[in-house]
């Protein structure tokens, strides 16, 4: 009877637990779903982190066989499973510890999260900008595939007055066969570690010869091991060093390639090296060997100081004048001079030797009488022309207003204490600029330089500035971008001046690295999403996880609600 009476006491008692509020199916059932929420930010959050760092190194995600049996699944699952590992909380709630339909792990949720970061970087850089000055800077090269990408750059003074966007440099492509050859010549040699090898014995072999027979000198330095280094796209400093080594190691890599020619493994090497060979002996190659060794000889001091990530425009202004000038040189006194180094090179080398004054045959139509010499040809249709090019693109580039921008940019410099100041050009500078300086604006300009000078001057913070760019970042670190706000507005105008890309030439590196030979499939709205976070890798250790996780869940429908 006691037992009966404990039984129904206990049964109420319980059903009174029920029906209180603390105990209800509803508030267990959302107690629940709190659970799987907080579960589900833990496992959304894991892979976000996963992904930053990926981004952050440019490395791929996914590994070519991502099944159960695999021993790598990619550096997206791997880096999850170590960070698992390292954190047991993380552990209990990823991978194999969920249902495979909610482990966020598929290829679909990483590409959307990184679009979530790619959506993120460019909004943070826009709301940098604040609707200041920006300059806008577009290119395009060839990926590791081939295929032609674009790059759309944009160049502005931030809040701390650093630079963000700098210069440009551009291509020249009017010999494009010659260029061709040295491509198909660099896959041949350098495709084979045993071809590499025996391109640098022989190369020791014959520096050893001369330097024994006093035809190569000694010293630090010098005679060092040498290499075909494959250009990059957009660097034509890189082609510069490779036509340097391809003509100093020249005899070597006839060697070589008649080495390939007779015991190559595969016909259609053994046809390359063959092609090459009969090419490499035309006075044509001779020829536009010298020549762009000449043309980028002369531009290659200009084009370094223009890629320089921190803005050295003020050494590039006298580089430009003194590169016009040799190209000049060399176009109008040069050409008698050029043709000797040609005849030089191929009696040493045993290549084709023409005679100036013989009739050219043209190579496509050889029957069909041309009615000029050789050197007619040589020297006006090729000499002239390549250099021509460039000293039209040069002038185009820095004609008489753009040279005077420059020389009266070289007022703003800081360097030794602002000794190149000179207030009239830089009044003149902001003419330049009429929708940004009114002439109220201009006349107030002319009283702020003075008082800039003397406030700048008698600043020692500002004593030892080499720069355009820490000129701007002091001025925003001791505020005097508020004191003199007319100069702060000349100087960021010049800052975001469109003189050359070499910023955009570091996106085109970017993207080698990102887009690799095992990773040539990747998508292009991936690789635009990688390409930004990878670029502005600064900006994207920015992005906040709450901020990537709100962006992802309104993206789609998700399975959990946040």
């Known amino acids: 009877m006691g037992d009966h009476t404990s039984f129904h006491s206990n049964a109420k008692s319980k059903g009174d637990d029920l029906m209180r509020q603390g105990q209800s199916i509803k508030h267990a059932l959302n107690k629940q779903t709190d659970v799987v929420k907080n579960e589900y930010r833990i496992r959304l959050s894991a892979s976000i982190d996963v992904c930053r760092h990926l981004l952050h190194q440019g490395l791929s995600f996914r590994a070519h066989y991502e099944k159960e049996d695999s021993t790598n699944k990619g550096n997206f699952i791997e880096l999850l499973k170590y960070t698992a590992s390292q954190n047991e909380v993380v552990s209990k709630v990823v991978l194999n510890n969920v249902p495979k339909n909610n482990q966020m792990t598929p290829p679909p949720i990483q590409k959307d999260i990184v679009h979530c970061f ?89 520096i050893e010869k001369g330097i024994d027979s006093g035809e190569i000198k000694t010293g630090t330095g010098l005679n060092q091991d040498l290499s075909l280094t494959r250009p990059g796209y957009t660097r034509w400093g890189s082609h510069y060093k490779t036509l340097l080594r391809l003509a100093e190691m020249f005899p070597c890599i006839i060697e070589v390639l008649e080495l390939i020619q007779i015991e190559g493994t595969y016909s259609t090497k053994r046809q390359q090296a063959y092609g090459l060979l009969k090419y490499f002996h035309t006075f044509d190659f001779v020829f536009y060997l010298q020549l762009m060794l000449a043309v980028l000889g002369l531009t290659n001091s200009l084009s370094k100081a223009l890629q320089k990530k921190d803005q050295e425009i003020l050494n590039a202004i006298s580089l430009v004048e003194s590169t016009k000038r040799q190209l000049n040189k060399l176009r109008n006194d040069g050409c008698d001079d050029f043709v000797a180094q040609i005849c030089s090179f191929g009696e040493k080398n045993n290549t084709e030797v023409l005679t100036m004054e013989e009739e050219f045959v043209d190579s496509i139509r050889p029957r069909k009488k041309s009615g000029k010499t050789n050197l007619r040809h040589y020297k006006i249709d090729c000499f002239y022309s390549v250099l021509d090019m460039q000293l039209v693109e040069f002038n185009d580039r820095f004609d008489e207003v753009n040279s005077e921008l420059l020389v009266s940019m070289a007022s703003l410099s800081p360097i030794d204490s602002f000794h190149q100041f000179d207030k009239s050009k830089l009044v003149r500078l902001a003419e330049f600029y009429p929708d940004d300086f009114s002439l109220l604006e201009l006349r107030s300009l002319d009283h702020q330089l003075d008082i800039y000078l003397d406030n700048v001057q008698r600043d020692e913070r500002f004593s030892k500035l080499e720069s355009l760019g820490d000129l701007a970042r002091v001025m925003v670190e001791t505020r005097k971008h508020f004191s003199h706000p007319l100069v702060y507005r000349l100087l ?13 030439e570091r996106c085109f590196s970017s993207m080698n690295i990102v887009k690799t030979a095992s990773r040539n499939s990747i998508g292009d709205a991936f690789l635009s999403d990688c390409l930004v976070c990878f670029i502005e890798k600064q900006v994207l250790e920015t992005v906040k996880n709450e901020v990537v996780i709100k962006r992802f869940q309104d993206m789609h429908e998700r399975r959990v609600h946040l």
Not at 185 to 197: E, F, Q, Y
Not at 492 to 503: M, P, R, S, W
């Open 492 to 504: 960021k105008l010049c800052l975001i001046l469109l003189v050359a890309t070499a910023t955009v």
């Open 118 to 206: 790619a959506e993120e970087v460019p909004r943070s850089l826009i709301h940098e900008m604040d609707n200041d000055f920006f300059g806008l800077l577009v290119d395009e090269s060839a990926d590791v595939s081939d295929k032609e990408q674009m790059a759309v750059v944009l160049r502005f003074v931030d809040k701390f007055g650093l630079l963000v966007v700098v210069a440009v440099a551009k291509k020249h492509c009017e010999i494009g066969e010659f260029f061709e050859m040295v491509h198909v010549l660099l896959n041949v040699v350098g495709a084979s570690c045993k071809r590499k090898k025996v391109l640098l014995e022989n190369n020791r072999k014959r």
